[in-house]
């Protein structure tokens, strides 16, 4: 037992002489914190640079206007996000003109235009997605497709996936095989067919 504990000791000092230094310093520890902590907007902008560069090329000429509701810049109309991270549509000629414009006096912008200025940042007014688009349809529509298929499947299971009928299984032949086999071997005589068979006048008692 004491080697033991001995064993225990010299390994516990081995691994405390692994231990850097600058872990058991609480002012170096301090400082590598503050060090990382000044470091974060720098990793943060290079990241988000990096998410750019790769969104960039799939979104056209889309720009990236917020954070939308998963941190992906892709465009989803969302009733509980109504923001999307990215535009409608891309920044056609006919869109930055209009942009332009309405960095004045929105009093000289006509009502086409704002709608249009609308339609170009979002595809849907909040009136349009809550507005009922018969989902009960669609899914209604899924129920009969699945019930239909599992029928279908079924039917052609009984058509080729089965095999014939055993010819001992019908009726013609069980009675066949009740008078030539049961009957004469007295199979059941107290309680199976042979029970309630009259072997003196060769035929079926006649229970009450």
């Keep these: 037992m004491a080697g033991r504990i001995c064993r225990l000791a010299q390994l516990a000092v081995r691994q405390s002489n692994r231990i850097p230094w600058r872990c058991m310093s609480s002012v170096s520890a301090v400082e590598d914190f503050q060090s990382e902590t000044n470091s974060i907007p720098d990793r943060i902008a290079e990241d988000a640079q990096k998410a750019k560069d790769w969104w960039h090329p799939q979104l056209g000429n889309r720009d990236i206007v917020g954070y939308g509701w998963n941190g992906d810049t892709t465009y989803m109309d969302r009733p509980d996000y109504p923001f999307p991270s990215i535009r409608f549509k891309e920044n056609t000629p006919e869109f930055m003109a209009l942009r332009a414009k309405e960095k004045g006096d929105w009093k000289k912008l006509t009502m086409d235009e704002k709608k249009e200025l609308y339609r170009c940042n979002y595809c849907q007014t909040i009136v349009e997605e809550n507005t009922e688009i018969g989902e009960w349809k669609i899914m209604l529509a899924h129920i009969l497709a699945v019930t239909t298929f599992a029928t279908l499947f079924v039917r052609f299971c009984d058509f080729y996936g089965t095999i014939p009928i055993p010819a001992s299984v019908t009726e013609e032949n069980q009675t066949k095989l009740l008078h030539e086999r049961?009957?004469?071997?007295?199979?059941?005589?107290?309680?199976?067919?042979?029970a309630h068979w009259d072997y003196e006048k060769n035929k079926w008692k006649d229970e009450v």
């Design 182 to 194: 049961f009957i004469p071997g007295r199979v059941g005589l107290f309680e199976g067919p042979a």
